[in-house]
């Protein structure tokens, strides 16, 4: 499309922009949705799995709640070439930051100069508490990075300026899933007291056998409490991050069972949150959302203070707690300027947190062309990096695709479609059962 064509095209009401999603697990499709649906009102929403080891199951797509008027599974490289057919006006990048890059450095190679392309939107899905650097870095070339706090817009920019790019696309926002009906206490006490776990946090089956059984303990002490532990997927499925000790089968072997108080959840979070009294995690998104309502919060320093858990991340909150004074009674309250510097203003809000984001993105395309695309990463700042990042997507360090890379389905027959997606689905059920299954065995085999 001509440059010139650019404004007519677009001069239908911005609620009505042709947005693409692309995302890479359940939680970062959750986000990336309603991101889009926070920059735009009523877009017309497409999304796009990019396939991998953690490509959501419908349960869990089902479980995230966010709908889209077209969802599909993708590569990198088809993904690349749809939004060169079908020019879309936005496309939000819910991805890894290496899935970022690639994705940013194939819109370069399609649109090398000054062109009408689509803005470009990725961030973060939740607290920032590792690789700060490597992740932003892997961000940068996007038109929108954005920050989900004040405070995390400060150490994006320091990141940028730091190294000499550009910190011009960091717009403060806040998470899009901060939402829902403030807390309003019933009576003394917490009646509902939900564990939100982690995939991957703590990491060894010991520390999660561990808080398993503390909550069980609770539950024990606390009859007239009900105790939720809400799981994040189910056996065989993967989310963000890996989970080799699913909670499931740990709860098999807490010594005298869980007691009839306390039991295994999944479900949507912020319906699980509805009916919460106390919410209580290492280190989850989860704690957020919980404190966005008011609801009490507890952040479990049981393991340690640690970056490794990322509970370090909630320093000076108010939350920092141990089993053993939640047991004695505690409900933590989250500190009001930690809050605010964190932009968890509270369910009634103060003030729209996205209104920058969507005057940038009226900005950007309002412009009758958008600059080509340019990350920090190339292949004169990171060579020895950049190209094998871009070759885990199939693109060439140029950010071209590489020979074979895309395959168009259309002329395939039926049964052939159809013997591909369910060897796919029996390659992602073998990962997982190694993951699950065969590495801890071996490491136990490895401590003998």
Known sequence: MPASNRAASRSHPRTALRVAVLADSDTRWKWGALTARRLATQPHLTGFLLRGRATPTARQLGEVGVRADRLSEVTCTQFLAEIEREKYDVVVLALVGGAVQAVLHGVRALWPEPADRPVLVTGYVGVVYEKLADGLLLRHGADLVLANSRYDAGRFRAVYEGVGADAGAVTETALPFLDGAAYEKAGAGAHTVVF???????????????????????????????????????????????????????????????????????????????????????????ALESLHRGIPTAVLTDLGIREVLGNHHFLGSGCLASWDQLDAGLLPQGDPEWLADQGVTGASGAGDPFAAARARLGELLDRPVLPAVAPYYTQVTAPGYLPGILARHHLAPDGT????????????????????????????????????RVAPMIRRMGEL
Request: with cysteine; proline share 7%.
């Open 196 to 286: 939100a776990v982690q995939p991957s946090v703590p990491e060894s089956r010991a520390d999660r056998a561990y808080l398993l059984e503390r909550a069980a303990r609770h539950a024990r002490l606390h009859p007239e409490r009900e105790v939720l532990i809400k799981l994040r997927s189910r056996p065989g499925e993967h989310t963000t991050h890996l989970e080799e000790q699913p909670y499931q089968r740990l709860a098999e072997r807490v010594p005298g069972g869980l007691p009839t108080n306390c039991r295994l959840v999944y479900g949507n979070m912020g319906e699980v949150l509805d009916g919460t009294d106390l919410l209580v995690t290492v280190s989850s998104t989860a």
């Open 401 to 436: 695709p590489l020979p074979g890379a895309v395959r168009e389905s259309g002329g395939e027959s039926r049964l052939r479609r159809w013997l591909r997606a369910h060897l796919r689905e029996a390659a992602r059920g073998a990962y997982r059962h190694g993951v699950q």
